[in-house]
């Protein structure tokens, strides 16, 4: 894709929008040289071959492909014309239609990338409007299997889901952890020890998820099977209503994505 496509990012030099472009950039999709990213306030120091402007209209007028990585809030505020072209909105809860009509497009894709895409170790959901053509769902598939893995999915209702399921990235491991962490302190465990210990956990458990990808109930059933101390601790976990909990979550994550799009 690199020397025949130029990608701008609308808030390349916000966390998300740059951790895109490492991941491009890193994965030889493209060259410093094929980014235009804008930004608000100052020039970042990073990606100094891309070109960095103010003006959001200069990128997609000089861009093949538009990426938009902006909070929602900020988006409402968001005027350029892309004249038919590629949009791709990584923004949680606004709608294709919405941003076909605003931006003057009917190619419009919403992909919801999280917060591994700095590690391309993402998993981004994607939904393409019907006027996204193959090669522009080319052009999607590489972008997102550089920030990790990817799914094409059919209909804004998945990705409004995935949004508070996939989209949260490493916040509901890092509940999870927390919890952990404060039990092993009050068990006498030093910090060092305790953080130590629970983030092992955390990144072996990931990392074998990711040699080994199996459904998550084979491996709980191996370890009730067992009846050891971790099938002890998971039938706790059981019934004092961990399910319900996560279930309540999701749930409101969800809600709170609606709102975000104005949806009722």
């Not at 930004?39 to 200069?58: G, I, M, V």
Request: charge should be negative; proline fraction near 4%; charged fraction near 20%.
């Amino acid at each position: 894709m690199s020397g025949s496509i130029r990608i701008g990012i609308v808030g390349g030099a916000g966390w998300l929008g740059n951790a895109i472009a490492r991941s491009l950039i890193r994965a030889g999709s493209v060259t410093e040289e094929d980014l235009i990213l804008s930004f608000r306030s100052r020039q970042p120091d990073f990606h100094p071959k891309a070109h960095w402007t103010r003006d959001s209209q200069e990128l997609a007028d000089k861009s093949n492909v538009i990426i938009l990585s902006v909070r929602p809030d900020d988006w409402h505020s968001l005027s350029i014309d892309v004249r038919g072209k590629l949009v791709i909105s990584v923004m949680a809860g606004i709608s294709a239609e919405a941003i076909a009509q605003r931006h003057n497009t009917r190619r419009v894709v919403r992909a919801l990338p999280n917060a591994a895409a700095e590690i391309a170790l993402s998993y981004t959901p994607w939904l393409a409007s019907a006027q996204v053509t193959s090669l522009d769902r080319t052009i999607v598939r590489i972008i997102f299997d550089a920030c990790g893995t990817q799914d094409e999915v059919t209909s804004e209702r998945d990705i409004d889901y995935l949004t508070g399921l996939t989209g949260t990235g490493p916040a509901y491991p890092a509940l999870l952890a927390l919890a952990m962490l404060d039990d092993a302190r009050s068990h006498g465990l030093s910090e060092d020890i305790a953080l130590r210990a629970v983030n092992g956990l955390i990144i072996g458990a990931g990392g074998l998820l990711q040699a080994r990808p199996e459904h998550p109930q084979k491996t709980l059933d191996a370890f009730f099977e067992y009846r050891g101390t971790t099938a002890a601790g998971l039938n706790a976990m059981k019934d004092r209503g961990f399910a319900a909990a996560v279930s309540d979550g999701l749930a409101a994550a969800l809600e709170k994505t609606l709102v975000m799009g104005g949806q009722p």
